[in-house]
């Protein structure tokens, strides 16, 4: 009577590991943030660009807080010249 053992055949790993189409769709929106440098902008959103010019025109003038002219206040209107009495 001779035994003879006979061995599992060794677990075979995938070649490929399995991915979902959620990691997929993860890993295409990683790869396209990593080549575009601005942030994607939500459907049906346009870029607005500088507004700077466009607030001269209507009106307003972008002023900064530098410490020599004390109370203003960024992209607020000049007052009016019967407000400075």
């Known amino acids: ?3 003879t053992r006979t ?3 060794p ?7 399995a ?11 990683a790869l396209a943030a990593a080549r575009d ?3 994607r902008l939500a459907r049906g959103c346009k870029p607005r660009g500088c507004r ?4 001269r025109v209507h009106g307003r003038r972008v002023r900064y807080v ?5 109370g ?3 992209g607020m209107r000049w007052r009016g010249a019967g407000a400075r009495d």
């Open 72 to 74: 203003q206040v960024n």
């Open 19 to 29: 991915t979902s189409t959620a990691a997929v769709r993860a890993a295409r929106a």
């Open 37 to 39: 440098p601005y942030a």
């Open 11 to 17: 677990h075979r790993t995938p070649t490929r590991p």
């Open 52 to 55: 700077a010019p466009a607030r």
């Open 66 to 70: 530098i410490g020599s002219e004390p």
């Open 1 to 3: 009577m001779t035994t």
């Open 7 to 9: 061995t599992a055949a």
